[in-house]
């Protein structure tokens, strides 16, 4: 039933009989399914116009004061006033402005006293098929489609699959007469041959391999057909509008729109998972764990991914429709397209990258913890939202996959290297000294990086490289022309085969690339004084299948360190891209080194150990160089620790112990991101010019936000108390403090200042939150971030009753 006013355009055709004109005053009434309006004199807002001349098609637009629904018949009638009053009607037409909706109402008949049946009035009845209403079913579809969490109430079904919906007819149908179909289109040119515009042709029996779009009818009772429509395996993923036609006129517009999914429940879609525990995982599960830190502490951070809310659908549908229709029923492609789309840089995407610690305009990366308020930023004014970086590039591009209906899963690559001239390997250069020069390349090396894997089958390359595949939204670097990465098969990765689509060079560099060290010899020629080849590519990180807990994925990805497998496939990728082969020299000199605490307290000193072993017969001078920088993330230099240069001597097989301690101001004043401390100790002998040189990562611990009196239990719609401590390691006060509450337990996300936090201090900070989602287990997600401290991060459990 429709709540507004109508709004109709009247079309009266008089006939082109003689004298068929008339100059009386002519009136109609409409009759609706859900009221009727009054009688309308039909009048020339024109006044220059003779109307209902013969042979002449007059309009009239009208609105009626209230809704009346579908017209089921209308009267017509004249005063009989004029010299000429008799009137000779053809038809009458009217388009509901408000719908679309067309009637057809045919008269062929004079409307005069002396002339046919003597009568000025008549009543047409409208005997065409008219439907009032379209049910779309989703108490019978969402669980047959697996799509009963989304909340939206738009018709979601996923392809390879029938779904049902009932028409609701102002008569009968009539199987022999009425024929209708049903048209889906979407995008701004819809067209037959991308897939963008549907016809939907009615059937007797689908096709054997319900490959073709089509539907049939069901059953019928009273006025109420039941359909039930075939979507092929191969549609277009996409948000339709849908129409019932037949070929006029526009019966009906569905005002709900249709989301076509992919469909890993189908054994013919190329995103099919076999296990049900791993499709709960990797497409229905809305919460997860992204991992962060170093590759010796991996921690996990807690994300709502939030793929079943109506904003999510909406959102990841219009980045979608930002894409050519043309090939984007291939999982293949659209998941690369959204790996562009996700990040900021190409076709006005998602979300704007910042690494440089200056956040002025946006967020801090560190205030997201959940998808959902991304996504409603972005569609205010479908402008990039301010700021993100790996990690939550990931999380969003797992709710944007997870949405359409593609397992996909958040990876975290430990030591992740960034090749930036894609010849495979991390190069390093080295001053005379042995020193790292900064500046003689652009590669880097995170201590951790965030990207994807999404399962899907590979058609396009030989048999046994589906599964999963890596995809990366974080822009780096760009491929063909736009910052987009993958899907590449993990498998191709593993065994070297870097020439597949797409960016395999790129990605095995992240996992499985040597770090070179490059020295100018006695000619000035740069050449490889060093290799280490297993600093990259550890503890290759994501979730666990239905547990909160890490699951190891690097043998997905690479062979065993320095096992004949993984140096192959190595040595095969850099022979493809042309790598240089590390210089001969002697190898008498032996060097470790490790940090006395590799986690230490904010404050503390860093002291680490340097062990050297002379395994030749000859004494060595050495240059003996420790120190480092304070490093992002993604490896970017914050700040220079300060290093410290000694000389030493070692006999011929001597061995040695040598400490170099390192002081806490050199880090105290970078602490408000995501920072570790990466070590880098040489050492040169001067006699065999041997270079022996090592880094090292030194996490910060950061303390803890801590809640007190927590209750296990609280009640729906009822406000509660939370009460938040922090003690602040720091010896300044902390400045333009916040903490921000987000997850499952409140529909909209908190933001409390909590500030007055003096060095050395601890403080307490009361929340009022009132749970207004629904009953259940539902989490809190807390993030605390000022001017000198952020990162800190808690979460934590209700049960709402």
């Known amino acids: ?288 764990v992204i991992y962060t830190g170093s590759s010796k502490y991996q921690s996990g951070k807690d994300w709502y991914f939030g793929q079943f809310e109506d904003v999510s659908l909406e959102c990841t549908f219009y980045l979608l429709s930002l894409t050519k229709p043309s090939g984007r029923d291939s999982v293949i492609e659209v998941t690369r397209r959204m790996s562009s789309l996700v990040n900021s840089c190409d076709n006005r995407g998602l979300l704007v990258g910042n690494w440089s610690g200056d956040y002025e305009g946006g967020k801090s990366p560190l205030y997201w913890t959940s998808s959902p308020p991304i996504f409603e930023e972005y569609m205010k004014e479908k402008k990039s939202v301010k700021f993100g970086q790996c990690w939550v590039f990931s999380a969003l591009l797992t709710t944007v996959l997870r949405t359409l209906g593609i397992p996909c899963r958040s990876v975290t690559n430990f030591n992740s290297a960034h090749d930036t001239n894609a010849n495979v390997s991390k190069d390093i250069y080295l001053d005379e000294d042995g020193k790292q020069i900064d500046g003689m390349t652009s590669d880097s090396i995170w201590n951790f990086h965030c990207w994807n894997d999404a399962w899907m089958a590979r058609p396009d390359l030989k048999p046994g490289y589906g599964g999963w595949q890596a995809v990366d939204a974080t822009p780096q670097e760009r491929s063909e022309g736009k910052y987009q990465c993958g899907p590449c098969s993990l498998k191709a990765i593993k065994e070297g085969e870097v020439d597949f689509p797409h960016d395999g060079k790129f990605i095995l560099a992240e996992v499985n690339s040597d770090v070179l060290y490059h020295q100018k010899d006695e000619n000035g020629k740069w050449e490889v004084v060093r290799a280490n080849r297993t600093h990259v590519g550890k503890k290759i990180s994501t979730k666990i299948v239905g547990k909160r807990s890490r699951q190891d994925i690097t043998n997905e990805y690479k062979f065993p360190e320095n096992s004949v497998l993984e140096r192959a496939t190595v040595r095969r990728a850099m022979d493809k891209a042309g790598n240089m082969h590390v210089r001969s020299t002697p190898k008498t000199l032996e060097m470790k080194a490790r940090p006395q605490e590799s986690n230490i307290e904010i404050g503390d000193d860093i ?81 065999t010019r041997q270079v022996c040189t090592t880094s090292k990562i030194v996490e910060i611990r950061k303390p803890e936000l801590v809640f007190r009196d927590v209750p296990s239990e609280v009640e729906l719609d009822k406000e509660v108390t939370l009460k938040v401590q922090f003690a602040n390691p720091l010896d300044v006060a902390l400045q333009n403090g916040m903490i921000h509450l987000d997850g499952t337990l409140m529909k909209e996300r908190i933001s409390a200042e909590f500030r007055n936090i003096g060095g050395k201090k601890s403080s307490e900070l009361a929340i009022k939150i009132t749970p207004n989602t629904k009953p259940g287990t539902r989490s809190l997600l807390a993030t605390f971030s000022s001017k000198q401290l952020a990162g800190l991060h808690a979460s934590l459990n209700f049960k709402v009753v």
Not at 29 to 55: P, Q, Y
Not at 145 to 161: A, C, P, Y
Not at 249 to 278: R, T
Not at 661 to 670: D, T
């Open 607 to 687: 002291n680490v150990d340097v062990f050297l072993k002379n395994t030749g017969e000859q004494d060595l001078t050495l240059k003996l160089i420790v120190g480092g920088n304070i490093v992002r993330y993604n490896g970017v230099s914050k700040g220079e620790l300060g290093y410290k240069r000694l000389n030493e001597k070692i006999g011929a097989q001597e061995e040695k112990k040598i400490t170099v301690n390192l002081k806490a101001s050199g880090y105290m004043g970078h602490l408000n991101e995501y920072s570790m401390i990466r070590l880098f100790i040489t050492c040169t002998a001067k006699e």
């Open 1 to 288: 039933m429709q709540t507004t006013d109508q709004e109709f355009e009247i079309l009266v055709s008089t006939s082109g009989k003689f004298a068929a004109g008339t100059d009386a005053k002519v009136f109609i009434k409409l009759f609706g399914s859900d009221g009727e309006s009054d009688e309308i004199e039909l009048i020339d807002n024109t006044k220059g116009k003779r109307l209902f001349e013969a042979g002449s098609d007059d309009k009239f637009t009208v609105k009626v004061g209230k809704a009346i629904g579908i017209i089921t018949k209308i009267a017509v009638r004249h005063d009989d006033s004029g010299h000429f009053s008799g009137w000779h009607l053809n038809k009458v037409t009217i388009k509901d402005i408000t719908t679309s909706r067309n009637y057809n109402f045919h008269c062929n008949r004079w409307l005069a006293k002396d002339e046919g049946d003597k009568k000025i009035a008549i009543e047409i009845e409208n005997l065409a098929l008219q439907i009032v209403k379209v049910d779309q079913k989703d108490e019978k579809n969402r669980p047959l489609h697996n799509t009963i969490k989304f909340i939206s109430k738009q018709l979601i079904v996923r392809r390879g699959q029938t779904f049902f919906i009932d028409v609701h007819l102002t008569r009968p149908y009539k199987p022999e007469e009425d024929n209708f179909y049903i048209s889906l289109k979407t995008g701004n040119k819809p067209r037959e041959f991308d897939k963008s515009f549907v016809h939907i042709p009615k059937v007797e029996e689908f096709d054997a391999l319900n490959q073709k779009w089509a539907y049939k009818v069901i059953g019928m009772k009273e006025n109420i057909l039941n359909l039930e429509v075939n979507c092929p395996v191969d549609a277009l993923p996409a948000k339709y509008e849908i129409a019932f036609e037949d070929d006029d006129y526009i019966l009906y517009q569905h005002p709900n729109s249709l989301f076509i999914l992919f469909n890993p429940w189908n054994k013919a879609d190329d995103v099919f998972m076999k296990d049900d525990e791993d499709r709960r995982e990797y497409v229905l599960r809305q919460h997860g």
